[in-house]
């Protein structure tokens, strides 16, 4: 696993002095253009305490490792303005457990001055201020470098040099194509939700699955009809110090599986959201899922991607429909061009608005192009003429022998495919083989 080095560069520490929360932004993309410092909002956050208790949830995720903990680094929490909100994102240090806090217009009230993202300082003494924001507490909240003016002693240039592995920045792309597989399973109101949640094994290491049962949840040890995968209980734990906010509880899985899935869990807040997505098992990242491959093996997706890039304007709802209209294209194109984009973190999507929205992560968009192996390897097989397609199968000649491929199922003699059945996208043999037949239809279309 490489890794790359992300320069944080604030013109201050982020602060909270008084009642004004002063979140420092770092060089980020905006709808006026490249920015040092962007500011985006000024103005009343209504529900102070539930908002810096999830802000504080989204920092602790980033700073924490579920899969094997010992001491990390830094990391600080993406937010974008696309509006009428401000989203804060983060994504674990072990990669398998993504969190966001959707503040929304009736938690906000204040003035946008600019729509986009950009990463935003959260420092020690700022989590210890923010964990002492009570329930009576107001709170101001600037996001850019004007609010920092009352708090800020010395005007010193604070940066922060921080390694991010390559299964980090490829989450973000896996985690918005498996998010949009998802439906939800459940909804329980506080009481209930609150019940349930401290009900969990504390063990970080619990693999359970939970069923509907009325408007509560049941625990069983073993994959049912209905049933959500919740691997490592314990990597719910910052939905804990919510519960006392919460509203109600929504649950997310994909369709019935007799494996280990992805699940999402979302708190309702006054006036926001909380949620936290968990890879498949406490120890795999979202990285290595692959549900982003068969979309970016398509010929038409990375020029897709540059025409549907340009029609996004840090909208908080996607209309897929809409794009498709504007670009021309179908939408099954644009739903791979949206794909395509979430390879440089540049859409992300809402369960509860069944909707991608606009994002730009300052990533190097050279480097973010090579955070698919598979999909390389599979390009490097079509380039060497390995693959000889006949009918439903294919024939994938390797340097460890010849790979039998079923198109229709994308099944393969490999090891890989043996291991995993599918469970974490294609392999390189049956990307190929896809490859190749997708060529020849066209060639006999034409």
């Known amino acids: 696993m490489t890794s790359v080095t992300q320069a944080y560069r604030y ?12 979140l420092s932004t770092s060089g980020g993309t905006a709808l006026s253009g490249p920015a040092l410092a962007p500011k985006f909002f000024s103005g009343a956050v209504t529900q102070a305490a539930p908002a810096a208790a999830a802000l504080l949830g989204v920092a ?12 990390g680094w830094t990391r600080d929490p993406v937010v974008t303005c696309g509006g009428d909100r401000l989203r804060f994102e983060s994504f674990s240090a072990c990669g398998g457990v993504y969190a966001r806090l959707d503040l929304l217009g009736g938690a906000l009230d204040g003035e946008v001055f600019d729509r986009g993202t950009t990463n935003v300082d959260v420092n020690g003494p700022l989590r210890e201020a923010l964990a002492r924001v009570g329930a009576r507490d107001g709170l101001h909240l600037g996001v850019g470098a004007d609010e920092l003016t009352v708090t800020t002693l010395d005007g010193a240039v604070v940066e922060k040099k921080v390694p991010l592995p390559e299964r980090w920045l490829r989450g973000f792309a896996e985690v918005q194509v498996i998010a949009a597989g998802m439906d939800l399973r459940a909804e329980l109101p506080a009481v209930n939700a609150v019940r349930f949640l401290r009900s969990l094994p504390k063990r970080a290491n619990a693999t359970l699955w939970v069923f509907p049962t009325g408007r509560d949840l049941r625990v069983g040890d073993r994959p049912g009809p209905g049933g959500v995968c919740l691997s ?5 734990a910052t939905l ?17 599986t007799d494996g280990p899935a992805s699940s999402a869990w979302e708190l309702e ?3 926001m959201r909380y949620t936290l997505a968990l890879s498949p098992e406490r120890w795999r990242g979202f990285s290595g899922e692959g549900a982003v491959l068969a979309d970016l093996a ?37 739903r791979a061009a949206l794909t395509q984009l979430g390879t440089a973190g540049r859409v992300g999507y809402d369960l509860a608005d069944a909707a991608h929205f606009h994002r730009e992560l300052p990533y190097d968009k050279e480097h973010v192009q090579h955070l698919n192996p598979r999909l390389t390897s599979a ?13 439903e199968t294919a024939r994938v000649r390797t340097d460890g022998g010849v790979r039998e491929v079923g198109l229709a199922d994308g099944s393969c003699t490999c090891p890989w495919w043996w291991d995993h059945r599918g469970s974490r996208g294609p392999c390189k043999h049956v990307l190929a083989a896809r490859m190749v037949a997708r060529a020849a239809l066209v060639v006999v279309a034409g």
């Not at 013109?11 to 002063?22: F, I, N, Q």
């Not at 602790?60 to 001491?71: E, K, W």
């Not at 804990?240 to 929504?250: D, E, H, N, T």
Request: overall charge negative; proline content about 7%; glycine content about 12%.
């Open 269 to 271: 807040l006054p006036g």
């Open 379 to 391: 390009r490097k097989l079509v380039e060497a003429g390995a693959v000889q397609v006949e009918g």
């Open 11 to 22: 013109t201050a520490p982020s602060r909270l002095v008084d009642g004004r929360l002063g």
């Open 298 to 334: 398509t010929d038409e997706a990375e020029s897709d991607a540059d025409v549907v890039g340009m029609l996004l304007n840090f909208e908080p709802e996607v209309e897929i429909g809409l794009l498709a209209d504007r670009a021309g294209l179908s939408v099954a194109r644009v």
């Open 240 to 256: 804990l110090p919510l519960l006392r906010f919460a509203r109600s509880l929504r649950v997310y899985g994909p369709a019935a």
């Open 60 to 71: 602790d995720v980033a700073l924490t490792r579920y899969h094997q903990p010992r001491p």
């Open 232 to 236: 490592g209980a314990g990597r719910l």
